[in-house]
C-alpha cells in the first residue's frame, strides 16, 4: 500500500517541535480518506500550524486561468490567515514569513512545466533560503509518472509558466523537483523531502489507489493530466482548449476547422497510443463561448506508449497549416507577462515555434532536441527517490 509524505508525518515530530510551521495547500492536499492535510497537521501539532498559503487557483481551487488572482482571506475552519501566493506577489515577503519558522509543502503537481504550483514552491524555496526559513515537501505522486517528453526551456523563455531549464514533461514527483532545482539551480533552502512509501515512478495516477481531487478548476480527472502535457499549448492560441466543457483539454477544435484536411496532415506522424475522435462542442465560457467548434477529443488508448506533447505539436502545425488565414496566436499578457507572446513562453523555444510555422516534421524537431534531453535525464537522476 503507499501512504503519500503527509500520511508519514512521524518522521517529523523531532525537528518540529517547538517550531511554528506553516503550510501551502489548497483544496486537493487531502489524504486517502479525504482529509484535509490542513486538519492533519492541526490534530497532529495544534497550535503550532500558524498560517496557510494557496498557489494558483485559490485556496479552494476556484479560480479560473491566467491572471485572475486572489486575495489574503482567513481560513474559516482554523481561523488562520491564508496568504495569497497568486495575488498582489507570487513570492512569499518577509511579513509573511515571520509567520514561521518551517514551510511544509503539500500539494498536487500534474507533471508539466508550465503548471505554475512548481514555481510557487520555487518561490518559496528561494523566500527560506533568503529569510533563514526551513522547506519540507510533504511528496505525492507524479500523476503521469516518470516518463520524460519535450524541448528543454531556453533562458529567453524563462516566465511563471516555465523558471527553469526542463522539458514539458518533467517526470519527477514534486519532491524530488524541489531537491533538483534547489541544488541545480542554485537555490541552497534549507530543504527536506518526505517520501512516499511503497510507490513506483513509474504509476500513473489510477495505479496509486487514491482519490483525485481537481487541483485546479480544468484538472478534473487524471485523465485531463495525461493529455495536459501537450494540451496546454492551445492556451497559446485562438483555438478552444476545451475551458467551458466537461472535458477540458481532452476537447480541443475552433469554428473555423475541419476534420478531414486536419486528420489528412496528421497521417504523416506517428501519434501512437490515442485516437483522435472527430466531434463538434461548444464551450459555455473561454473561446468561441456558445459557438459551436469542430475539433477532436483525444482518447487516451495506451498510457505507456502515449506521447502527449508529439500529439498536440502535431495538431498544433496541422492546424497552423491548414488554416493560416484563421489561425493566430494568443496576445499578451499571460501570466503577468506583457510583451513576449505567449506561445513562446509555453512552448518554452522561440526557434520550435518557427520551425512548426515551417513545416518541419515532428520527428525531426524532437531528434533536434534530444541531446539537451538526454543530458537533463542525466543531472536529474541522483535527484531520484523511487524505484522504477
Known amino acids: 500500500m503507499i501512504s503519500i509524505g503527509l500520511e508519514n508525518l512521524a518522521g517529523l515530530d523531532d525537528s518540529l517541535k517547538g517550531k511554528r510551521i506553516g503550510l501551502l495547500c489548497n483544496q486537493a492536499s487531502t489524504d486517502r480518506n479525504l482529509r484535509h492535510s490542513r486538519d492533519v ?15 494558483q487557483h485559490g485556496f479552494f481551487s476556484e479560480k479560473q486561468d491566467n491572471m485572475i488572482e486572489s486575495d489574503h482571506a482567513k481560513d474559516p475552519v482554523s481561523g488562520l490567515p491564508v496568504f495569497s501566493l497568486y495575488g498582489e506577489t507570487r513570492k512569499p515577503t518577509a511579513d509573511m514569513f515571520e509567520h514561521l519558522d518551517v514551510l511544509l509543502i503539500d500539494i498536487v503537481d500534474v507533471g508539466t512545466r508550465v503548471y ?7 518561490y518559496c524555496m528561494e523566500a527560506a533560503a533568503e529569510y533563514g526559513k526551513q522547506i519540507v ?14 524541448n528543454i526551456l531556453q533562458d529567453d523563455c ?10 514539458m514533461r518533467h ?7 524541489a531537491l533538483y532545482i534547489n541544488k541545480e539551480l542554485g537555490i541552497g533552502a534549507d530543504l527536506q523531502v518526505i517520501p512516499m512509501q511503497g510507490y513506483k515512478s513509474s504509476m500513473l495516477f489510477r495505479d496509486t489507489g487514491f482519490p483525485w481531487v481537481a487541483p485546479s478548476p480544468n484538472m478534473p480527472t487524471p485523465e485531463t493530466a495525461l493529455v495536459y502535457p501537450g494540451q496546454v499549448i492551445w492556451e497559446g492560441t485562438n483555438c478552444s482548449e476545451g475551458r467551458g466543457t ?12 475541419e476534420h478531414e484536411p486536419i486528420m489528412e496532415r496528421l497521417a504523416a506522424t506517428d501519434l501512437p497510443g490515442c485516437y483522435l475522435r472527430p466531434l463538434v462542442f461548444q464551450p459555455t465560457s473561454g473561446k468561441w463561448a456558445e ?22 505539436l502535431a495538431l498544433l502545425q496541422a492546424v ?24 513562446d513562453l509555453i512552448l518554452g523555444d522561440k526557434g520550435l515555434r518557427k520551425d512548426l510555422e515551417r513545416g518541419d516534421a515532428i520527428r525531426n524537431l524532437e531528434k533536434k532536441w534530444q541531446p539537451a534531453l538526454d543530458n537533463y535525464l542525466e543531472q536529474r537522476e541522483k535527484y531520484l527517490l523511487y524505484d522504477v
Open 320 to 343: 497552423m497549416l491548414c488554416y493560416k488565414e484563421e489561425f493566430a496566436y494568443k496576445e499578451p499578457p499571460y501570466e503577468y507577462e506583457f510583451e513576449r507572446l505567449p506561445m
Open 137 to 150: 515537501v510533504l511528496d505525492r505522486p507524479n500523476p503521469v509518472g516518470c516518463a520524460v517528453e519535450g
Open 116 to 122: 505554475t504550483f512548481l514555481y510557487t514552491m520555487a
Open 41 to 55: 497537521i492541526l490534530d497532529r501539532y495544534g497550535e503550532q500550524l500558524r498560517c496557510l498559503f494557496s498557489p
Open 291 to 312: 459557438q459551436p467548434c469542430v475539433g477532436f477529443q483525444i482518447h487516451v488508448t495506451d498510457a505507456v506508449t502515449f506521447l502527449p506533447y508529439r500529439t498536440s
Open 171 to 177: 517526470g519527477m514527483t514534486l519532491g524530488e523537483l
Open 158 to 167: 524563462s516566465s511563471f509558466v516555465g523558471l527553469y531549464p526542463i522539458p
Open 246 to 257: 466537461t472535458l477540458p483539454f481532452e476537447f480541443v477544435g475552433a469554428p473555423f476547422w
